[in-house]
């Protein structure tokens, strides 16, 4: 199997997705809300439930090409053992999910069917 592509900073806008569980639901808040504070980004509610393409439990962060450098060695260092989607936001979700899709952590199923017409 190969290895997850990791994130390359070649886009103005990203989302990170934190993925989570029941037993990792305090860990990842804890982890979202840090971002939010210590880069200034935007942070979106803590689903506990799967939402859109995603599979598991989710909450998104919001960020740019100027935070990329700082924010995602950070987020990979302080992530434990979640998984992370960071993808580009260019207006076409389903190339977002798929061709600018990057991981932190193992690779997850995304319900891609969702962006098809």
Known sequence: MNSPKRPINNHEHYHAHVYFSADTLDFATRLCQEAGTQFSLEI???HQ?????HTQWSCQIKFDKAHFEQFIPWLDTNRANLNVLVHAV???????HTDYAYWLGDEEKLKLEIFKK
């Not at 439930?49 to 393409?53: A, N, R, S, Y």
């Not at 260019?90 to 977002?96: E, P, Q, V």
């Open 44 to 46: 979106g509610r803590v």
């Open 49 to 53: 439930k799967p939402v859109g393409p």
């Open 90 to 96: 260019t207006g076409n979700d389903y190339i977002d």
